[in-house]
C-alpha cells in the first residue's frame, strides 16, 4: 500500500512563493505516475502538475504552467511543487496522489490517481 504524505502548506501574500513536498512510502514500481491536485471550497477538484518517476515526462494544468515546477527525488522518495507568482486563486487544498506501474498522461490530471495523502491547505492572499 502507497502512502502519501504532504507538507509546506502555509500562508502568504499574492505574488509570494511556497513549496509543497510529498514523502511517499510503500511499494513503488520504478515506474509511477505522481502529482499534484487541488480543491477550492466550493469548486471542483483539479489536477497540477504530473511527473512520472525518473522525470521521464511531466504535464501542467494551464493555469499553472509557468508559475509551477513540479519535481522530484528519488533518493528522497520525495515529490515537490515549487509555487511562485502566487494568486489568490490558488488557494486551495493540494492533494499529492500516484498510481503505480505506468506513465502519467494528460486525461490523468482530469480523472485523478489511486492514492491520495490527506492534503496541505495553501492560502493566498491579496
Known amino acids: 500500500q502507497v502512502q502519501l504524505v504532504e507538507s509546506g502548506g502555509g500562508s502568504v501574500q499574492a505574488g509570494g512563493s511556497l513549496r509543497l513536498a510529498c514523502v511517499a512510502s510503500?511499494?513503488?514500481?520504478?515506474?509511477?505516475?505522481m502529482g499534484w491536485f487541488r480543491q477550492a471550497p466550493g469548486k471542483e477538484r483539479e489536477g497540477v502538475a504530473l511527473?512520472?518517476?525518473?522525470?521521464?515526462?511531466?504535464l501542467y494544468a494551464d493555469s499553472v504552467r509557468g508559475r509551477f515546477t513540479i519535481s522530484q527525488d528519488n533518493a528522497k522518495n520525495t515529490m515537490y511543487l515549487q509555487m511562485n507568482s502566487l494568486k489568490p486563486e490558488d488557494t486551495a487544498m493540494y492533494y499529492c496522489?500516484?498510481?503505480?506501474?505506468?506513465?502519467?498522461?494528460?486525461?490523468?490530471?482530469?480523472?485523478?490517481?489511486?492514492?491520495w495523502g490527506k492534503g496541505t491547505l495553501v492560502s493566498i492572499s491579496s
Open positions: 511527473i512520472t518517476t525518473g522525470t521521464i515526462g511531466i
Open positions: 496522489a500516484a498510481t503505480r506501474g505506468r506513465f502519467c498522461s494528460r486525461p490523468d490530471l482530469q480523472r485523478g490517481l489511486d492514492y
Open positions: 510503500g511499494y513503488t514500481s520504478g515506474r509511477d505516475c
